[in-house]
């Protein structure tokens, strides 16, 4: 199975700082990534397909990049409303695979 | 609107067995593939597998695999999950989920059902 390797585990930042997440996948999975969002008591929610591609209704702050087995989630300019714990999870083989999260906390 | 909404969660005893339903509206159940993941409390999101649009092809994780069965009736436009020989570690709010048009990717979500796996 392929691992997905999240870091930081967990991240503290201020409003308006520009807050970047890592994913690594244990082996090649070209752009087949997505990123999720989950607030507390809540279902998760798509933000990033494909590895880059923004989900409709999602804002524009939010970006995704990379290829191959290195990843990467941009918040340009944190919101009070961006605290949750957020997931990548591969879709290139399976059985898919989820990232352990990053729990996001506002300063 | 699309809504997703499971039920047939409970307590169960190691060994025993439960059905999770997952009853859906507002979309084309027919043509998408779907999607169960599970999360333990105080855990991470897990995917425990997927089925295609006719159910002629299903996938699992490795621990579910052989216990876990997924189906689907699009007559009814649901979705389920046939649990057998259930474990502790099987206890978790499991999530029924739409993939993307595209497949792959989960663009919507119920809230879940909680399984507790308990003597």
């Known amino acids: 199975d392929i691992q997905m390797t999240q870091s930081p585990s967990s991240v503290s930042a201020s409003v308006g700082d520009r807050v970047t997440i890592t994913c690594r996948a244990s082996?090649?999975?070209?752009?087949?990534l997505g990123w999720y969002q989950q607030k507390p008591g809540e279902a998760p929610r798509l933000l990033i397909y494909?590895?880059?591609n923004l989900q409709p209704g999602v804002p524009s702050r939010f970006s995704g990049s990379g290829s191959g087995t290195d990843f990467t989630l941009t918040i340009s300019s944190l919101q009070a409303e961006d605290s949750a714990t957020y997931y990548c999870e591969q879709a290139n083989s399976f059985p898919y695979t989820f990232g352990q999260g990053t729990k996001l906390e506002i300063k | 609107e699309v809504q997703l909404v499971e039920s047939g969660g409970d307590l169960v005893q190691p060994g025993g067995s439960l059905r999770l339903s997952c009853a859906t509206s507002g979309f084309p159940f027919s043509v998408y593939w779907m999607t169960w993941v599970r999360q333990a409390p105080g855990r991470g999101l897990e995917w425990v597998g997927n089925i295609n649009q006719d159910g002629g092809q299903t996938y699992y994780m490795d621990s579910v695999r052989g216990r876990f069965t997924i189906s689907r009736d699009n007559a009814k436009s649901s979705l389920y999950l046939q649990m057998n020989s259930l474990r502790a570690e099987d206890t978790a709010l499991y999530y029924c989920?739409?993939?993307?048009?595209?497949?792959?990717?989960?663009?919507?979500w119920g809230q879940g059902t909680l399984v507790t796996v308990s003597s």
């Open positions: 494909d590895a880059s």
């Open positions: 989920a739409k993939d993307l048009p595209t497949g792959w990717f989960l663009g919507g």
């Open positions: 082996q090649y999975i070209s752009t087949v």
